[in-house]
Structures are given as structure tokens and as C-alpha cells.
């Protein structure tokens, strides 16, 4: 699996932001989907996770009920929905796929390159 992550940006704090991540190559539908962000000098971490069929979806304390991860399996798509930034959210955003849930990102085994989303206050 081949991931393109893209929508990064800089906002203001309060603001939104959409990322996409697209697929291509082996089954997309059988794949559960994460999303990861990593600061410079800081181990990666988990922010979202959503099953192969976006019936499940999973989420870091630090986000949930501000961020929405959801997926199109007809388009090869998955999204982060992300509302209510905070500077804190400042970092690179991962799109990574692997065959079972995990908050966990070393046992996922593809990765697209990052976007950088910057909040400013």
C-alpha cells in the first residue's frame, strides 16, 4: 500500500482543518487506517484509528470530540477531520495503514510522508 498524506496548513487556534490520506496498490478496504503526528525529538504518536470497514474508530484523549476520522473505501480515502486546534496540535501528521487496530505505531507496516499542520495562538 502506497499512502499520499496531504491538507496540512497553518491556522489559528479555534480553526479547522481537513487532512486526506490516498491510497494505492493492494486492497485499501482491507486495512485498518491510523493517523499518527510526531514533534521534532518526540517518539510518534497516535491520534486516531478507524477499522477497515469505518464501523470502529479510535482516538488519542488529547483529541477526542475535536477530531473525526473517517474513511472511503470506494475512493481510497481516509480523513482527519480536525476542529477546535490548539498550538498543541503544532506537528507533522502521519497517515500509516496496518492489518489490525493498534494506538501502537511500530506495528503499523505502511507509512505516506507527513503534512505539517502549524496552530498558531
Known amino acids: 500500500v502506497q499512502l499520499q498524506a496531504s491538507g496540512g496548513g497553518s491556522v489559528q487556534a479555534g480553526g479547522s482543518l481537513r487532512l486526506s490520506c490516498a491510497a494505492s496498490?493492494?486492497?485499501?478496504?482491507?486495512?485498518?487506517m491510523g493517523w499518527f503526528r510526531q514533534a521534532p525529538g518526540k517518539e510518534r504518536e497516535f491520534v486516531a484509528a478507524?477499522?477497515?470497514?469505518?464501523?470502529?474508530?479510535y482516538y488519542a484523549d488529547s483529541v477526542k470530540g475535536r477530531f473525526t476520522i473517517s474513511r472511503d473505501n470506494a475512493k481510497k480515502k481516509v480523513y482527519l477531520q480536525m476542529n477546535s486546534l490548539k498550538p498543541e496540535d503544532t506537528d507533522v501528521y502521519y497517515c500509516?495503514?496496518?492489518?489490525?487496530?493498534?494506538?501502537?505505531?511500530?506495528?503499523?507496516?505502511?507509512w505516506g510522508q507527513g503534512t505539517l499542520v502549524t496552530v498558531s495562538s
Open positions: 496498490g493492494r486492497t485499501f478496504s482491507n486495512y485498518v
Open positions: 500509516a495503514a496496518n492489518r489490525e487496530i493498534s494506538e501502537y505505531y511500530l506495528d503499523y507496516d505502511y
Open positions: 478507524i477499522s477497515w470497514s469505518g464501523g470502529s474508530t
